[in-house]
């Protein structure tokens, strides 16, 4: 039997302040990546806002700042939800936010999104999308543009830096559609102060004739990343503070080979300087990237020194995840391989200065989860 003695003595413990950068440790050290809800660490900060007060404050702030990571629609719930016990000022309010309600690399939602059916089905392996335009809705479009919507509008004041893997292309004015782009349009509109905007695969249109969001609404908008847009020089151009546009897929991509898109993009910016004021000139140089599979070296193009265009050949990444496609799945492959490669450096926070870099990253990395 130990004596009273020995019970009484003080049990070892780490200082606070040790203890905090520890679990500051559990962040990324890259402020810009977003973990998702399956990573370790994560699940750890996640478990240390269960023990006592101070702990808990430090590793909620953590998980707001680096863990804002929806792809199902019980997560959009939670975490509008969470959202709400937050008041306008607290500081913990997120200033990034990764919205996949569409098949990434993680599993699928678990609950049906009006997108097609093959993004809620069990891929036959990573990264799959077929071609297929069934729509399966198990929740009415309505009812997810209100819960998207109320989460942007929710953000707005803060938020910063949105990456969506959402196909609203793919979205038909069937099965309540239209109800859903009408409720996800004025969300986005609201995001006035958005700095960094990805759209991964997808166009980001909310139907024909209606202006752009991110050139009407963002005013502060630096960076922006679509898939397969209508290249449209003029609103980049006359944007003020876009410096960075990141494409994958071109849909016209003849007219980057026959040099049309040097002359467009420099007629555009020519045009604009010409316009505008002396101080509005002096903005930072604009650079526009290209990310395919070319299956070519790429070349850095410099239409009269106005802008950098670059190509960016990505065909030999993830080479073991699309190892089994044929020849006949050449094309979709050409299609995935980029867009796996935009959603993973947007979650890293590299995107953009890896892409204007203007060549293909070949330093390995694991993927985020």
């Known amino acids: 039997m130990e004596s009273p003695r020995a019970n009484d003595a003080p049990q070892p413990r780490l200082p606070q302040e040790l203890l905090f950068l520890i679990i500051e440790s559990l962040a990324p050290s890259n402020p810009d990546a977003i973990l998702p809800s399956s990573h ?48 306008p000022d607290d500081p913990r309010r997120p200033t990034s936010l990764f919205l996949g309600l569409c098949r990434g690399d993680e599993a699928a939602p678990t609950a049906n999104w009006p997108w097609p059916r093959h993004f809620n089905e069990p891929a036959p392996h990573p990264g799959y999308v077929s071609s297929s335009d069934m729509l399966d809705l198990g929740f009415s479009g309505s009812v997810i543009g209100n819960l998207v919507q109320g989460i942007l509008l929710s953000l707005a004041p803060t938020l910063r830096r949105l990456i969506i893997n959402m196909p609203l292309a793919a979205v038909s004015s069937a099965h309540d559609g239209d109800s859903l782009m009408r409720l ?152 995935l391989i980029p867009r796996r490669w935009i959603q993973q450096h947007a979650l890293r926070g590299t995107l953009w200065e890896t892409a204007s870099a203007g060549y293909d990253e070949r330093s390995d990395f694991s993927l985020l989860g």
């Open 40 to 87: 370790e660490n994560t699940k750890c900060l996640l478990a240390l806002t269960r023990v006592c007060r101070s702990v808990s404050q430090l590793a909620s702030k953590l998980l707001w700042r680096s863990c804002p990571h929806i792809t199902s629609l019980n997560q959009a719930q939670a975490f509008a939800a969470a959202l709400e016990c937050l008041s």
């Open 184 to 335: 996800l349009r004025p969300g986005f509109e609201a995001l006035v102060n958005l700095e960094e905007f990805t759209s991964v695969g997808d166009s980001f249109s909310f139907r024909s004739g209606s202006p752009e969001v991110w050139a009407t609404c963002w005013p502060k908008l630096r960076r922006l990343s679509l898939g397969s847009p209508v290249m449209n020089f003029k609103l980049m151009a006359s944007h003020p503070n876009l410096e960075t546009v990141v494409i994958s897929r071109h849909s016209s991509f003849h007219l980057l080979m026959t040099g049309n898109v040097k002359s467009y993009l420099a007629r555009a910016l020519n045009t604009q300087r010409s316009n505008s004021t002396p101080d509005s000139q002096a903005k930072v140089p604009f650079t526009l990237v290209f990310v395919d599979a070319f299956g070519s070296s790429w070349t850095d193009l410099r239409p009269n020194n106005v802008a950098r265009v670059l190509l960016m050949d990505v065909g030999n990444r993830f080479a073991d995840t699309f190892s089994h496609f044929n020849e006949l799945d050449r094309d979709r492959k050409k299609v």
